[in-house]
């Protein structure tokens, strides 16, 4: 994926990706740095990354018999759309998918988000892919491109950021739109929301996981798993001819 998207969890305890032989990154959003750590606590109750995709969080981080002021805090969905990065650095194909926040306050003032990405599709190229679009997965093991994927494949996709705060951060609203400065859903992604909804707009996203499936469609690969190196690193591809 690659330009856009934010994080949750329980009281205990945030691309775009990592490695093969070289570590790649790539997501919908992929200006955002993966510096930091996960809490391993949090990592722990992610058992499936495909379910703690689409799943309900407030299922997961609200139990249904407490009452806190630290209740987790849900935004969204916001419509959104952005050009997908591949690990090769260009931009492979065009996506759509509904954004999902979960903001969770913890004890220790800090706060953890997540950031979903559900109902998603994609189709390619992206609206600024070079005449010849390396796949997605095609750098993700060698600085050599590995295939190309050709025009008008489409497809489905999934995933999450757990997003991390830098410290001493407050958080300055907590008003329903993506953009609680200019009260708007418009143009949605991950840094609008955390500057418009925290006193610091740089944060990291340590953790992520996207799943892209496309069917036949002729290709070589078609499922992609880009994720970061603690959610087991890159995976396959949506390829269509091997070689540039």
Same mark, same amino acid.
């Given at each position: &994926?690659?330009?856009?998207?934010?994080?949750?969890?329980?009281?205990?305890? *945030?691309?775009?990706?990592?490695?093969?032989?070289?570590? *790649?990154?790539?997501?919908?959003?992929?200006?955002?740095?993966?510096?930091?750590?996960?809490?391993?606590?949090?990592?722990?109750?992610?058992?499936?990354?495909?379910?703690?995709?689409?799943?309900?969080?407030?299922?997961?981080?609200?139990?249904?018999?407490?009452? %806190?002021?630290?209740?987790?805090?849900?935004?969204?969905?916001?419509?959104?759309?952005?050009?997908?990065?591949?690990?090769?650095?260009?931009?492979?194909?065009?996506? &759509?998918?509904?954004?999902?926040?979960?903001?969770?306050?913890?004890?220790?003032?800090?706060?953890?988000?997540?950031?979903?990405?559900?109902?998603? %599709?994609?189709?390619?190229?992206?609206?600024?892919?070079?005449?010849?679009?390396?796949?997605?997965?095609?750098?993700?093991?060698?600085?050599?491109?590995?295939?190309?994927?050709?025009?008008?494949?489409?497809?489905?996709?999934?995933?999450?950021?757990?997003?991390?705060?830098?410290?001493?951060?407050?958080?300055?609203?907590?008003?329903?739109?993506?953009?609680?400065? *200019? &009260?708007?859903?418009?143009?949605?992604?991950?840094? @609008?929301?955390?500057?418009?909804?925290?006193?610091?707009?740089?944060?990291?996203?340590? @953790?992520?996981?996207?799943?892209?499936?496309?069917?036949?469609?002729?290709?070589?690969?078609?499922?992609?798993?880009?994720?970061?190196?603690?959610?087991?690193?890159?995976?396959?591809?949506?390829?269509?001819?091997?070689?540039?």
């Amino acid at each position: &994926m690659k330009r856009r998207l934010l994080t949750a969890l329980l009281a205990v305890a *945030a691309t775009s990706i990592a490695l093969g032989v070289v570590q *790649a990154t790539a997501s919908p959003e992929s200006s955002q740095s993966t510096a930091g750590v996960t809490s391993p606590a949090l990592l722990a109750l992610i058992t499936n990354n495909d379910l703690f995709s689409t799943v309900d969080l407030s299922t997961v981080l609200d139990p249904p018999a407490t009452t %806190s002021a630290n209740a987790t805090q849900h935004y969204g969905p916001y419509t959104s759309g952005s050009t997908d990065s591949g690990t090769c650095g260009n931009d492979w194909a065009n996506d &759509m998918f509904d954004r999902h926040f979960s903001v969770k306050p913890n004890n220790d003032g800090t706060f953890t988000v997540v950031e979903q990405f559900k109902n998603g %599709s994609f189709v390619t190229p992206a609206s600024d892919s070079p005449p010849i679009n390396f796949s997605p997965g095609g750098c993700q093991s060698s600085t050599t491109p590995a295939g190309t994927v050709n025009a008008g494949i489409t497809g489905s996709l999934h995933g999450y950021f757990i997003i991390s705060l830098p410290l001493l951060t407050i958080q300055t609203s907590t008003d329903s739109h993506c953009n609680a400065v *200019a &009260m708007t859903n418009a143009n949605c992604d991950t840094a @609008t929301f955390i500057s418009t909804h925290f006193s610091n707009p740089n944060y990291d996203v340590p @953790t992520f996981f996207f799943h892209y499936s496309a069917g036949n469609q002729s290709l070589i690969y078609h499922e992609w798993k880009n994720a970061s190196a603690d959610r087991g690193g890159n995976n396959g591809d949506i390829r269509s001819t091997n070689g540039p």
